[in-house]
């Protein structure tokens, strides 16, 4: 798996607007398995946006997707900082594991507990 | 909605060891919606986790689960550095919105685009 943990502060009170943009874009994107925007509690300029994919080929290849275009182009006018904090290697959804995450979402090769 | 962004930076060689923790405590958690835990790709002793809840009270009851309590222990020779980036209203899994999803992961009351 691949991810992708990013801080992006709007332009003052372009917030939703950017959450719309996101909405719009971010569906329908082969290999995603995981793409959550949220608010910061404390900041209302700041959306934190955290994916999870199935490779690092898919999320590159979403980057070609029209809607995603879109939105870059979108964002430009939207964005006043992007920060992408980290590129990460995800090693599945452990909360969601027993009962609520489609087979596709788990880690593949599960670790063996080393303690 | 309530989350977390969170980056775990452990004792040296201990990554593993930390993820083992987080496996034995982060399932079965009441409220729970999404529980990411993933390996930094640049700094191997380095973890973020991103979790989402349906409220804060959910998230806050499940610091009293045994098993959250005996991992808050065992964290305790393993992590070096603790950092709570952020603390989020997450609007919903935007990847998964159109199939993937279930619906108790889905944003119970979706904005109308803006733009």
Redesign the interface.
Known sequence: ?H?L?A?LTTVAGAR??M??????S????PG???????????NEN?L?V???WETEASHAASLALPAVKAAIV?ARSLVAQFER??????????????A?A?T??RSAE??A???
């Open positions: 798996m991810g943990i801080k939703d607007e959450i719309a943009v996101l909405r719009a971010a569906s329908n994107m995603c398995l995981n793409y959550i925007v949220a608010e910061d509690a404390g700041v934190w955290t994916e999870v979108s904090l980290a590129v990460t290697i995800p090693v599945g959804d452990l909360g969601a594991m027993t609520k489609p596709s979402q599960p670790r507990p080393t303690a």
